[in-house]
């Protein structure tokens, strides 16, 4: 069965730094790409970033575009996001997901989410 286990959530001050991961399994992980997406309370989920399958290229939403990196490692069946200059509007509760920016909600597989909260 097809599981994603979000972790690494926190307090983030402006300008500071967390790294999430994403645990997976019930699936050939290294065959997939993975996306990172977000919630606000409410707003809707927004994609955040993107990993193909093998690594070989990322994608990032314009909004944390320069900021946030995204990697991964197959043999850990695990994806990071690596978030810096964090800005409040990061706020948010993270999810990972099973495909690409589209294929994710055709798949419809993600996790609980981690949740990442804002200090003023």
């Known amino acids: 069965q097809v599981q994603l286990e979000e972790s690494g959530g926190g307090l983030a001050q402006p300008g500071g730094s967390l790294r999430l991961s994403c645990a997976a399994s019930?699936?050939?992980?290294?065959?997939?790409?993975i996306s990172w997406a977000r919630q606000a309370p409410g707003k809707g989920l927004e994609w955040v970033s993107g990993?193909?399958?093998?690594?070989?290229?990322?994608y990032y939403a314009e909004s944390v575009k320069g900021r946030f990196t995204i990697s991964r490692d197959n043999a850990k069946n695990t994806v990071y996001l690596q978030m810096n200059s964090l800005k409040p509007e990061d706020a948010a509760l993270y999810y990972c997901a099973k495909g690409g920016q589209v294929t994710m909600r055709e798949y419809g597989y993600w996790g609980e989410g981690t949740q990442v909260t804002g200090s003023s």
């Open positions: 990993i193909w399958s093998d690594g070989s290229d990322t």
């Open positions: 019930g699936f050939t992980f290294s065959n997939y790409a």
